[in-house]
């Protein structure tokens, strides 16, 4: 019998978190749609959302800034001058020990002795030169010659680990066969990339050369071309770290150079190799700079690391500023973010990038034929929901009143059945359509193994009583003064709200949005939402009821009921042309143009509610008069409680409509 199962358990050690919660859809929804609201596209909203974040997540903008931080940090921690600073300690240390060595030598003749001390007293100055001044000097301290071949050692090690990242460690210690293992690495390698500029390679060549040099190239490519993406970005740093230096720093390298591995073949191979890269990969920045102003020494390798780490935190802030065409979240390396940030960081890109995906395939956002994005229906259903149950949630709360959860379309159960007709919306009576699918299924000769199937021909619905059905007209005022009193998005909330209401719970009722500023139009509740404020004088109130009028008399049998939200009196009409006629304050003939229309709406039936924001004595005067003129009503409810009383205000309407007909009858 196998033994028992055992597992071990720890804290995760993996970049991304697999039991992370999914992205909160609603709460994103909410803020993307408030900034629609208020004005912004649906593609900026989405922009700005990612940006910013929210109260638990890090944004677009939070990253960036981490990078920043992180790009400043390393140019004021490091300077370049590690590797000369480790040749000239190296260099002290070698001609101190020889110093102590000829002082010591009592066997050594004078004459040679102070030859020796006067070579070493007369050293250049510049430590490249002093360094190609003692090759061909004969150490007679065995500490000393050590030293010595030491700067060799590290100067053949520092460029190489220039261009292949952690070769200065794989190579300390180093034999002669390791070092010319190393040369004929390079001289397989620029053979290739040869082969490669002139066409003549394959990918046995490649499968040949890594199976005699995979060992330095931990990165593991699979073809030529990922081997030289490797390499040309390391080479495209290193070569940016060398002009981030000093002139006199790339002297000094550039002579101490031939000491590499105290030969010049090394360094005449590297240039090869420097050159072949180049020509393949030419787009890579090969001539930037930085410019360090830290204490701490970085050597070659090093340093063309931390340069690399500065073209990597380079690359994420172009990815974290989204401002190139066709920008996606996905874009960000999410690797490179964990390398120079941290886990957590990567963490957060991952969930932003999720969240857009999230968004984009789940259906709530769609992308029009020009590319641009809008809130799709779903969204605006879900929106609609939420805004709804807020003012129904305002509702409740006062006193006797109803609440809009309650509200339905149908009318009241008259007891009888009748089969199910296309279009049909009242409620299956499920007894009756069971029993039917029982007797039609024993007539047919069938068995009830497989339990009962349900056909269309056997449902019956209940009937209802008709219920006198609503034409809406929701005349929302879209003058400057809406948005510049904080008022603009409460109105939308308003209209999104009622949309929902009528569209889910009263189908057989037709809703119409217009929007009235200068201008009056009829609008789509997609179109009203995503609506950017304009800065226009006028309130032309005249034009919105002709539109409203122009909606009653297409739906003639139903009640009409028209609902209008302003904050200002009526400055602009219509003339006989269709030209406007704007003028503050309100001139005699515009308010007589808006009184003369709505006096026509009145004795069409349509029965009228003014819902006035603020506190304008003007406005108050006017609409009690206009609401005492034609039989209305005027609410003046505060900004935020808008939205329940629009709601409370159509829900009120129905309700009387029903009592007149149960009164009727």
Do not use: C
Request: glycine share 8%.
């Amino acid at each position: 019998m196998p033994g028992p199962h055992r597992a071990r358990y720890g804290r995760w050690a993996g970049g991304l978190d697999p039991l992370a919660p999914p992205v909160d859809l609603a709460a994103a929804l909410d803020e993307i749609a408030a900034d629609v609201m208020a004005g912004y596209s649906p593609q900026s909203a989405l922009r700005e959302y990612l940006r910013r974040g929210a109260a638990d997540r890090e944004g677009l903008d939070d990253l960036a800034r981490r990078v920043q931080q992180r790009r400043r940090e390393l140019l004021n921690r490091h300077n370049l001058g590690g590797t000369l600073d480790e040749v000239r300690r190296l260099l002290d240390a070698a001609v101190l020990a020889e110093r102590k060595q000829l002082a010591r030598d009592a066997m050594m003749a004078d004459e040679d002795r102070d030859f020796r001390e006067m070579r070493l007293a007369n050293l250049p100055s510049a430590t490249a030169a002093a360094v190609n001044e003692l090759a061909s000097y004969d150490w007679q301290s065995t500490e000393a010659r050590e030293n010595y071949e030491k700067i060799r050692d590290l100067l053949g090690r520092e460029l190489l680990d220039q261009r292949f990242a952690g070769m200065k460690q794989a190579l300390q210690g180093a034999t002669d066969e390791d070092r010319q293992a190393i040369n004929q690495m390079l001289s397989d390698l620029n053979d290739l990339l040869a082969r490669h500029r002139r066409g003549e390679d394959s990918q046995a060549d490649f499968d040949e050369f890594m199976a005699r040099h995979g060992q330095h190239f931990p990165e593991n490519p699979r073809n030529v071309d990922e081997l030289i993406d490797a390499l040309a970005q390391r080479a495209a740093a290193a070569q940016r770290m060398l002009r981030s230096m000093t002139e006199e720093q790339r002297q000094e390298l550039f002579e101490l150079s031939a000491q590499a591995f105290g030969s010049p073949e090394l360094m005449a191979s590297l240039d090869q190799l420097d050159a072949n890269l180049q020509a393949l990969r030419p787009g890579l920045d090969w001539a930037g700079r930085e410019q360090f102003a830290g204490s701490e020494g970085l050597g070659l390798g090093d340093g063309t690391g931390v340069v690399q780490d500065l073209a990597d935190l380079d690359a994420l802030a172009e990815q974290l500023g989204q401002y190139y065409q066709g920008a996606r979240i996905s874009d960000i390396d999410l690797d490179a973010m964990a390398r120079q940030l941290g886990a957590d960081a990567a963490r957060s890109a991952r969930t932003l990038a999720d969240l857009e995906r999230a968004l984009r395939e789940g259906g709530l956002l769609r992308r029009n034929a020009d590319g641009s994005l809008r809130l799709s229906p779903q969204a605006m259903r879900r929106l609609g929901k939420e805004l709804l149950a807020d003012a129904a949630r305002q509702l409740s709360g006062r006193t006797g009143s109803r609440d809009a959860r309650l509200a339905g379309a149908a009318g009241e159960q008259t007891g009888a059945t009748r089969s199910w007709q296309f279009g049909d919306a009242e409620p299956w009576d499920v007894t009756r359509s069971l029993s039917n699918a029982i007797v039609r299924t024993a007539a047919e000769g069938g068995g009830f193994d497989a339990g009962v199937r349900l056909d269309v021909r056997d449902v019956e619905v209940v009937e209802t009583e008709a219920r006198t059905q609503s034409a809406v007209a929701l005349l929302v005022d879209t003058s400057y003064s809406m948005v510049h009193e904080g008022r603009w998005v409460p109105m939308k909330r308003t209209a999104l709200a009622l949309h929902h209401l009528v569209t889910t719970r009263f189908r057989g009722d037709q809703l119409q949005l217009i929007s009235f500023g200068r201008l009056a139009r009829t609008l789509g509740i997609d179109e009203l939402t995503a609506l950017p404020p304009v800065h226009e004088q006028g309130t032309n109130l005249h034009h919105g009821l002709l539109l409203a009028e122009r909606f009653f008399r297409k739906h003639p049998s139903m009640d009409a009921m028209l609902l209008v939200v302003t904050d200002g009196e009526p400055t602009a009409h219509l003339e006989g042309q269709g030209d406007v006629w704007f003028r503050w304050p309100p001139d005699p003939e515009t308010i007589a143009r808006t009184v003369t229309q709505l006096d026509r709406l009145t004795r069409g039936g349509a029965r009228t509610t003014f819902f006035r924001l603020g506190d304008d004595p003007g406005l108050r005067r006017f609409l009690d008069q206009l609401a005492a003129r034609v039989g209305g009503r005027v609410v003046a409810p505060q900004v935020d409680d808008l939205g329940a009383a629009v709601v409370g205000e159509y829900l009120r309407f129905h309700q009387s409509g029903y009592d007149d007909e149960a009164g009727a009858r």
